[in-house]
């Protein structure tokens, strides 16, 4: 079946770079002389049928915008088979061939199980701050919440070293500690707590006393928010060590903010892949970038638990500090 109308749409936890994303398969499929719906608040979106034409102008100076102009929304409908339906009547009534979902993990499951339904052929673009795909390096978004969270963890460094204090910074990461890692280890920090690696905070503030002895008068920790809350945490230190304890909780500050140029041309790379990928009758995958190429990855595979070798960059954090 030829593909002359494709919808587009952003489901899930927003990320720098989705809108880079929504352009460069707009402007893409127009150049192919397909046209291209876009969908309002993911897949709430479709079951409501929230739907626009989108042309060349629609995506016009969003390429360096956060966010996303399609809106994202938690869609509980579209797990059920009466909220699968009423998307699939969507999709019939507006005569859309394809889909190209930009999101993560949880977006790629939900087309897995749409395609597995009703069979509407899904192209996949790799978007999230969690860098949670299987089988790709990098996911678009991951450059630039880490550079965000790195640029507020060396401002508090200006501050444990003047005050000579101990910090407890919250990063997101709920079931991964990939952020947490990355941010400890280029910001210079003395600890990363992840999901995937028990800690004693005995021992933590053991190490912290015995720094402070050494003449090491400040202290940064790095906690995914999967592990623990940073004030919970930053009282038990304090009251450990009688050192001045300070927590910092960065929240979704992480998820704003103008993507990167590494985010911004990974977006426009995968965005072209994904409307080529469709064109070509590929279906129920992904396109997302791997050992300096960019490759195509079965959703059944790409959903699976991504391997993070957390303990490589652990390891350099504690020979660093």
């Given at each position: 079946?030829?593909?002359?109308?494709?919808?587009?749409?952003?489901?899930?936890?927003?990320?720098?770079?989705?809108?880079?994303?929504?352009?460069?398969?707009?402007?893409?499929?127009?150049?192919?002389?397909?046209?291209?719906?876009?969908?309002?608040?993911?897949?709430?979106?479709?079951?409501?049928?929230?739907?626009?034409?989108?042309?060349?102008?629609s995506v016009?100076?969003?390429?360096?915008?956060?966010?996303?102009?399609?809106?994202?929304?938690?869609?509980?409908?579209?797990?059920?088979?009466?909220?699968?339906?009423?998307?699939?009547?969507?999709?019939?009534?507006?005569?859309?061939?394809?889909?190209?979902?930009?999101?993560?993990?949880?977006?790629?499951?939900?087309?897995?199980?749409?395609?597995?339904?009703?069979?509407?052929?899904?192209?996949?673009?790799?978007?999230?701050?969690?860098?949670?795909?299987?089988?790709?390096?990098?996911?678009?978004?991951?450059?630039?919440?880490?550079?965000?969270?790195?640029?507020?963890?060396?401002?508090i460094?200006?501050?444990?070293?003047?005050?000579?204090?101990?910090?407890?910074?919250?990063?997101?990461?709920?079931?991964?500690?990939?952020?947490?890692?990355?941010?400890?280890?280029?910001?210079?920090?003395?600890?990363a707590?992840?999901?995937?690696?028990?800690?004693?905070?005995?021992?933590?503030?053991?190490?912290?006393?015995?720094?402070?002895?050494?003449?090491?008068?400040?202290?940064?920790?790095?906690?995914a928010?999967?592990?623990?809350?940073?004030?919970?945490?930053?009282?038990?230190?304090n009251?450990?060590?009688?050192?001045?304890?300070?927590a910092?909780?960065?929240?979704?500050?992480?998820?704003?903010?103008?993507?990167?140029?590494?985010?911004?041309?990974?977006?426009?790379?995968?965005?072209?892949?994904?409307?080529?990928?469709?064109?070509?009758?590929?279906?129920?995958?992904?396109?997302?970038?791997?050992?300096?190429k960019?490759?195509?990855?079965?959703?059944?595979?790409?959903?699976?638990?991504?391997?993070?070798?957390?303990?490589?960059?652990?390891?350099?954090?504690?020979i660093?500090?």
């Amino acid at each position: 079946m030829a593909i002359k109308r494709i919808a587009v749409l952003t489901t899930g936890g927003d990320a720098p770079g989705m809108n880079a994303a929504i352009r460069a398969v707009v402007r893409s499929a127009i150049n192919k002389k397909c046209e291209v719906m876009g969908v309002f608040r993911g897949w709430q979106g479709l079951i409501n049928e929230e739907l626009r034409l989108l042309d060349h102008r629609s995506v016009s100076g969003i390429i360096n915008q956060g966010g996303t102009v399609l809106k994202t929304a938690r869609c509980p409908d579209f797990k059920t088979k009466k909220g699968q339906a009423r998307a699939f009547n969507t999709i019939k009534k507006n005569n859309i061939d394809g889909l190209i979902v930009i999101g993560g993990n949880g977006s790629f499951t939900a087309a897995h199980e749409f395609y597995k339904r009703y069979k509407v052929p899904s192209i996949g673009v790799p978007v999230s701050i969690d860098n949670d795909i299987n089988g790709i390096d990098i996911t678009v978004g991951w450059d630039t919440a880490i550079n965000t969270a790195l640029s507020a963890i060396d401002n508090i460094r200006d501050t444990a070293t003047s005050m000579e204090r101990v910090f407890v910074v919250e990063v997101m990461g709920r079931k991964s500690g990939a952020i947490a890692l990355a941010v400890a280890l280029g910001g210079g920090c003395e600890e990363a707590l992840i999901p995937e690696k028990k800690f004693d905070l005995v021992k933590v503030c053991h190490e912290i006393v015995e720094g402070n002895l050494r003449g090491k008068l400040s202290w940064i920790i790095v906690v995914a928010e999967g592990v623990a809350h940073a004030q919970e945490l930053a009282k038990q230190i304090n009251d450990l060590t009688s050192l001045e304890t300070r927590a910092v909780v960065l929240g979704h500050v992480q998820r704003g903010g103008r993507p990167t140029a590494a985010s911004r041309d990974l977006a426009l790379n995968l965005g072209v892949a994904a409307v080529d990928c469709l064109l070509a009758g590929k279906k129920d995958l992904a396109v997302g970038y791997s050992a300096g190429k960019i490759r195509e990855i079965d959703f059944k595979v790409a959903i699976k638990k991504k391997h993070f070798k957390f303990q490589r960059f652990y390891d350099l954090i504690k020979i660093l500090t």
